[in-house]
Every structure is written in C-alpha cells, then in structure tokens.
C-alpha cells in the first residue's frame, strides 16, 4: 500500500471516529477500502469496499455523506446504535425511491440525534431503507406531526456501484 493511500485511510478514519463515535472508523472502513481522490483538487473524495462506494467525503464541512452501503456498516459497527430513525411501514416503499421522511411517519427515533447530522432510516424490522441529513432533532421528530424530518439522499432502490 502506498503511502498516500495509507495516510488517507488514517485520515478518514479519524473523521469518521469524530463523526460517528470513537472507534467507528476502523470497523466501518476496513483495510482493503479504495480511496479515490479528486482529479482537480487531490483531495480524498470516495471512499469504496468492493466496487462498493460507502461513503463520499463533503468538501464543504470535511464531514462524511454515507451511501446505503456505509449506512448498514454503520449500524452494525455503533453500540448502542446511533444515528437512526425508524420510519412506518406505509412510508418505506417511498422513502427507497428518494422521498423525504416526514415527521408523521417517524415510528422511533435516536434521541440524541441532532439537526444536520447525518442519519441512516430503518423501517420496522431495522433494515437500512435509505440515507439522508436529520432536519429535525430526535426530540423533534417525536414532537412535531408535520414537516420534513429527513433529507433524503439516497434510497436502497438506488444503486451505488463504482462505474467503470
């Protein structure tokens, strides 16, 4: 592994310990992660595991967006889980399509979670259903019967494979 490569796996896992919890990003970014860079600005961009792309790393804040994929590895690499919203049935189908998680449709919710931080929806059985940016606080979204709670950024219908 080049030295490059190995001072970007650091790298990202150290964001993704500060973002998501200590620890986390060792378990959600193995060894074997390819890191693409940017042509334009070299800086890291992408992120995959076996053509798999997990997460994209936003230029704006130098925080993480997660795609499906990066969400389920994050699930099952936080205990107590973290960063979730589990959504009502009705609303799964078109929450995997793209729509946005609407505060109505919120069934349970991670407590802690706060206004833009990244967070993963579960439908009733906890399956990763969709990717998006909390819009409301976890408190909030239990509150409030109205109003977007999740940005959705991506659906499980959607797919992330490398493109070739």
Request: hydrophobic content about 40%; cysteine-free.
């Amino acid at each position: 592994m080049s030295e490059r490569n190995l001072h970007a796996i650091q790298k990202i896992r150290r964001v993704a310990s500060y973002q998501f919890g200590r620890g986390v990003g060792e378990r959600l970014f193995p060894d074997n992660v390819e890191v693409v860079f940017s042509e334009r600005t070299g800086k890291i961009r992408h992120i995959y595991v076996d053509g798999e792309l997990l997460a994209t790393l936003r230029p704006t804040d130098g925080l993480f967006s997660l795609t499906v994929e990066g969400a389920k590895r994050l699930i099952v690499s936080i205990k107590p889980r973290r960063f979730w919203v589990q959504i009502q049935k009705e609303a799964v189908g078109f929450v995997e399509k793209g729509s946005d998680v609407f505060a109505r449709h919120v069934l349970s919710v991670d407590d802690e979670l706060r206004l833009g931080e990244e967070v993963v929806v579960l439908d009733e059985n906890y399956r990763v259903v969709a990717v998006g940016r909390a819009m409301l606080s976890g408190e909030e979204m239990k509150d409030f019967k109205r109003g977007v709670a999740v940005k959705v950024r991506r659906g499980d219908i959607e797919k992330t494979k490398k493109h070739e």
